[in-house]
């Protein structure tokens, strides 16, 4: 097979020496609007380029992956060119022929390379352990609504709101607290909860690094010593009888003490205690703001809550006025508001 010649005085950006890529410290910044070929195989008709444009950077949300950072081409890619080269027009790489998004199973002018440094990363990472590291720092944070804007007195919706921490994890050593919202990490800006977990993914273990919250309205520093990800991470706590109650004013929602058979069957952290969801209303406020059964249901306007018994005294007590819960789930912590 033959080997692609770069133009005359153009690099590859990342090259690979004694098992090692390193990347010139002069790399070019990618931007919307620049001009890319495409290299391939695509339906096994042969070697293959396309020429197109930069359509976006940093594109995460595809579903491919947990953690993602995608740019989007509409240069033609179609079955067959993944694993294929995205270059620029001087022949730099830029990325890794990775994906497309088609209703058909063909090029509908929507294509997704994994960038080059991003692949680098994780090709040194499999040098070096023989696995991807990536940051950890115990804490479960949700997108923000304008409902929960609101009631944790922002502005805006972009940031990451705390709904729960890992007992002596990274996030708790460093004084976060549940209802803080992540509004910069290490420097960087956090658009949603999604971006968060990239940004501390990508952090070294064993690094001290800045984070900027906002607090009960008010805006705070703090450093977070990142750990490194690993899936036993959550502790233990929590016992109890299970017995039906009446919610009081959550109404729809029938709840139960957790005890330990349903703590085993559901699969329940024993860091996680709070009254059980027995059964919603398909047609109530709760079910149309996602609570389900199953969830935990952890404090209720900032309240802890202990038992399925505290669960109707804070319900009682609130009325018919707005209910904050913080709510367990499959996805961790969360908070969802009751209108």
Known sequence: MRALKLPEGARLISVVRDGKAEVPDDETQLEVGDSVLAFGYPFGVGQTVTHGIVSATDRDGVGIEDYESFIQTDAPINPGNSGGALVDVTGQLIGINTAILSSTGGNLGIGFAVPSDLARRVMNDLIKHGYVVRGYFGVETQDLTPALAQEFKLRGTAGALVGGMVPKGPGEKAGLEIGD?????????????????????????????????????????????VSEASPDDLLARSDGNAYEQDPGKLRGVMIGELNNELRQQLKIPRNVTGALVFGVNPFSTAAEAGLKPGDVIESINRQEVG??????????????????????????SHFIVLE
């Open 181 to 225: 919202v992540i509004t910069r990490f290490d420097g960087k800006e956090v658009h949603d909860t999604r971006h968060l977990n990239r940004l501390v993914a990508d952090a070294k273990p064993g690094h001290a690094v800045p984070i900027q919250l906002v607090r009960d309205g008010s805006a705070t520093a703090l450093r977070v010593t």
């Open 307 to 332: 038992n399925a018994g505290k669960v109707a005294q804070l319900g009682q007590a609130t009325g018919n006025k707005r209910m904050l819960l913080r709510v367990w789930g499959n996805s961790g």
